[in-house]
């Protein structure tokens, strides 16, 4: 099995986790193997590399990129869930955690996965190819569910428009593929809008995300990730979208303030100290070379925290 995808903000992020060759480093989302081979070539015999992913083919596709390494292991697990992982391995601390938020090439470039709107295939969108899918979304839930999401998770102010269209189409028969819905977007949207720019994006955005559980899983992941490293240990994360890019910016923040006692107050009560250091302060984007070469990395960022 071929598995397609170019490793965004590859060098920048191996840099950002200041790789020490003896560390112990996790890659929540291993995909094919890019960033995983980067560290795991870093690192000398004591050193070691766990790679994790809820996708059964990036599993097979990390696997065979990561074959030579005796000490990088790949885990089919959701990133959410590193602590377990690292409970199940013995490992109490970890030197660098990197994530890559998102759905990957493969899973966009794979018609019958059904994220793209650009092929016609079955609604599907699970990255885990377990679960709820986005036939079951877009089939099962209520109106005012469907506007709540794509408003939310999408940002998409036809949001109502949309979801009215899809309970109109569905009342006769089921929405069975990408380019049904695709087609309803379509006609839900000024035309204003389509000469624009493909309408379809942030709804599917939006019913992958819900499919996927992907904020949830952020939320738990980004606070189970901080708290394995070690002092001094790097937590690296690409996003691709402004929702989980303030998810992650916000999280960051939380972590490096300090006192949050009022302002009129003599002295700290609170005992709050600081649990990190944002290791660049902007985020980091790609650059002209790596968006010629990749014109999806446009939209990704990169974020970097490091334990107090």
């Given at each position: ?8 903000l ?9 790789i020490k060759p ?6 929540c ?13 870093r ?10 992913d ?26 959410s869930?590193i602590?377990s992982v690292?409970?199940?391995l013995n490992?109490?601390?970890v030197?660098g ?5 998102g ?16 092929y ?9 190819q377990?679960?709820?899918?986005a036939?079951?979304?877009?089939n ?9 999401i ?17 309970l109109?189409?569905r ?5 069975k593929?990408?380019?049904?819905l ?6 839900s949207?000024?035309a204003a ?5 493909n309408p ?11 499919v ?9 992941g980004?606070d189970?990730?901080?708290e ?24 960051f ?12 107050f ?17 985020p ?9 070469q990749n ?9 970097i925290?490091?334990?107090?």
């Amino acid at each position: 099995m071929e598995f397609s995808h170019v490793s965004v903000l590859l060098n920048e992020s191996i840099d950002g986790l200041a790789i020490k060759p003896d560390g112990i480093y996790v890659d929540c989302t291993a995909g094919g193997g890019g960033h995983s081979f980067e560290i795991a070539r870093r690192l000398d015999e004591n050193g070691r590399l766990i790679s994790l992913d809820c996708d059964p083919d990036a599993i097979i596709a990390a696997s065979e990129k990561l074959k030579k390494f005796k000490n990088a292991q790949v885990i089919r697990s959701n990133y959410s869930e590193i602590r377990s992982v690292l409970d199940i391995l013995n490992i109490d601390f970890v030197d660098g955690v990197l994530m890559d938020l998102g759905v990957s090439s493969h899973q966009l470039d794979t018609p019958d996965r059904g994220f793209s709107y650009h092929y016609d295939a079955p609604l599907d969108m699970r990255m885990s190819q377990e679960g709820t899918s986005a036939y079951d979304i877009v089939n099962n839930w209520s109106e005012e569910q469907l506007a709540k999401i794509i408003f939310e998770y999408g940002e998409e102010k036809f949001s109502r428009k949309i979801a009215k269209n899809i309970l109109l189409e569905r009342q006769d028969n089921p929405i069975k593929t990408t380019l049904e819905l695709a087609e309803i977007v379509k006609k839900s949207v000024p035309a204003a809008v389509k000469r624009e720019k493909n309408p379809c994006k942030k709804t599917f955005q939006a019913i992958r995300i819900a499919v996927n559980g992907e904020f949830d899983h952020l939320s738990d992941g980004l606070d189970a990730a901080f708290e394995s490293l070690k002092p001094g240990g790097r937590l690296a994360v690409i996003t691709f979208h402004s929702l989980e890019d303030r998810i992650v910016k916000q999280r960051f923040a939380s972590l490096c303030k300090g006192c949050i006692c009022p302002p009129d107050f003599p002295q700290c009560v609170c005992g709050r100290t600081p649990q990190g250091r944002l290791v660049n302060k902007k985020p980091i984007e790609a650059s002209l070379n790596e968006l010629e070469q990749n014109n999806r990395s446009r939209s990704a960022k990169l974020r970097i925290i490091e334990r107090r």
